[in-house]
C-alpha cells in the first residue's frame, strides 16, 4: 500500500477559480513534506516544504496547510492561471534512515480558459 | 547557483547503442541521486550516492551504470537498453544522505530508446 495518497487523481478547473488538493500519509516517524508542481516532461520544482511544526506555508498563490495529527496536506491554488496546468505531487519523508522518499502519485490538473 | 543541471535533455538511442547521462550541481551537496519516472507516475528511485560512493542500488539491471567521478558529477551509463526503459530520467541532490531541505531536482532527460 503507498505511503502517500493524493486526490483528487486529476481535475479540470476554470481559469481564475480556486482549488484544493489533498495528500493523506501513513510515513513515520514523520520529518517534513513536501509539494512539487511538475510540469509534463520536466522535473518537479519545490513548492513548499514543511516540517512537524508547522502547519502553513504560503509560496504566492499557493498555500499548503500540514496537519501531522491526522496525517494530512492540502495544496490550495488560488486564482488559478493556466500555466498551473501540471501534476502536483505531495513527498514524504521520514526522519533517521537513508532519506528514501514516499511519493504520491500527484494530483493532475488542468486549467482552461 | 541552485540548480542541477542535466544533459541532454531528450535522446534516442538503439538497443545496442552506448550512452550516458550526466548530472552536475555547484551546491555543495554530498548526496547525489538517479530516479526513473514513467509518463503519469511517480519518480522511482534508482541509485544513490552518499560522499562519491554508491550507498544505495535498487536492485536496478546491470544495463544501467551509475559514477560519480567527483562530489559536483553523476553519469548514467546506458548500455543494451530495451525499449521499456524509454523514460524521463531525473537526477536530484541533496545537502547529505537525510537531508530533505535542500533537495532539488533536475529537469530531467527524455530517453528513448527503439
Known amino acids: 500500500k503507498n505511503q502517500v495518497e493524493q486526490s483528487p487523481q486529476s481535475l479540470i478547473i476554470l481559469e481564475g477559480k480556486n482549488c484544493t488538493l489533498q495528500c493523506n500519509y501513513t510515513v513515520s516517524p514523520f520529518s517534513n513534506l513536501r509539494w512539487y508542481k511538475q510540469d509534463t516532461g520536466r522535473g518537479p520544482v519545490s513548492l513548499t516544504i514543511?516540517?512537524?511544526?508547522?502547519n502553513t506555508k504560503s509560496n504566492g498563490r499557493y498555500t499548503a496547510t500540514l496537519d501531522a495529527d491526522t496525517k494530512q496536506s492540502s495544496l490550495h491554488i488560488t486564482a488559478s492561471q493556466l500555466s498551473d496546468s501540471a501534476s502536483y505531487i505531495c513527498v514524504v519523508s521520514a526522519t533517521g534512515g537513508n532519506n528514501r522518499l514516499a511519493f504520491g502519485k500527484g494530483n493532475q490538473v488542468v486549467v482552461i480558459p | 547557483d541552485t540548480e542541477v543541471t542535466q544533459t541532454p535533455k531528450h535522446l534516442v538511442m538503439g538497443m545496442t547503442n552506448k550512452k550516458s547521462l550526466k548530472c552536475e550541481q555547484h551546491m555543495g551537496h554530498r548526496a547525489m541521486y538517479w530516479y526513473k519516472q514513467k509518463a503519469k507516475k511517480p519518480p522511482e528511485l534508482m541509485f544513490v550516492?552518499?560522499?562519491?560512493?554508491?550507498?544505495i542500488n535498487e536492485s536496478v539491471p546491470s544495463r544501467f551504470s551509475p559514477e560519480c567521478p567527483n562530489s559536483s558529477l553523476l553519469n548514467l551509463h546506458l548500455h543494451a537498453l530495451q525499449p521499456e526503459d524509454s523514460a524521463l530520467y531525473l537526477c536530484?541532490?541533496?545537502?547529505?544522505?537525510?537531508?530533505?531541505?535542500?533537495?532539488?531536482f533536475g529537469s530531467g532527460t527524455r530517453l528513448t530508446v527503439v
Open positions: 550516492y552518499s560522499y562519491e560512493k554508491l550507498s
Open positions: 536530484a541532490s541533496s545537502h547529505e544522505i537525510q537531508a530533505f531541505y535542500g533537495y532539488t
Open positions: 514543511m516540517t512537524f511544526s508547522e
